[in-house]
Nanobody, 125 residues
Framework: VQLQASGGGLVQAGGSQKLSCAAS????????MGWFRQAPGKEREFVAA????????DYTDSVKGRFTVSRDNAKNTVYLAMNSLKPEDTAVYYC???????????????????WGQGTQVTVSS
């Protein structure tokens, strides 16, 4: 499956941004979808994940209550809505796909088989 992330850009602190991840090649309904990010000089970190049918989601503590992950399997697209953005949210954001039976390992990037190219989100203070 090929993933294309989009929607990044420059936003002021406190603002909102919505990222999209469009898939082609295979239907996304077969996959757990995750969002990860990597800031300059830091390791890639888990941000959010959603299971194959959208009934379960998970977030890293730093984004809980501010970010919302969702999916539209009919459109083969996953979203990450980000509100109340902070400068520390600045990073390249990646979407990734993992087999639907790997929900238990949703925070482990190494187990995601497919990755998008990343989209830069910059939050200015």
């Amino acid at each position: 499956v090929q993933l294309q992330a989009s929607g990044g850009g420059l936003v002021q602190a406190g603002g909102s941004q919505k990222l999209s991840c469009a898939a082609s090649g295979r239907t996304l309904s077969n996959y757990v979808m995750g969002w990860f990010r990597q800031a300059p000089g830091k390791e890639r970190e888990f941000v959010a994940a959603i299971n194959w049918n959208g009934e379960s989601t998970d977030y890293t503590d730093s984004v809980k209550g501010r970010f919302t992950v969702s999916r539209d399997n009919a459109k083969n697209t996953v979203y990450l809505a980000m509100n109340s953005l902070k400068p520390e949210d600045t990073a390249v954001y990646y979407c990734a796909a993992s087999r639907r039976d790997q929900w238990y390992s949703r925070t482990q990037g190494r187990l995601y088989a497919y990755w998008g190219q990343g989209t830069q989100v910059t939050v200015s203070s």
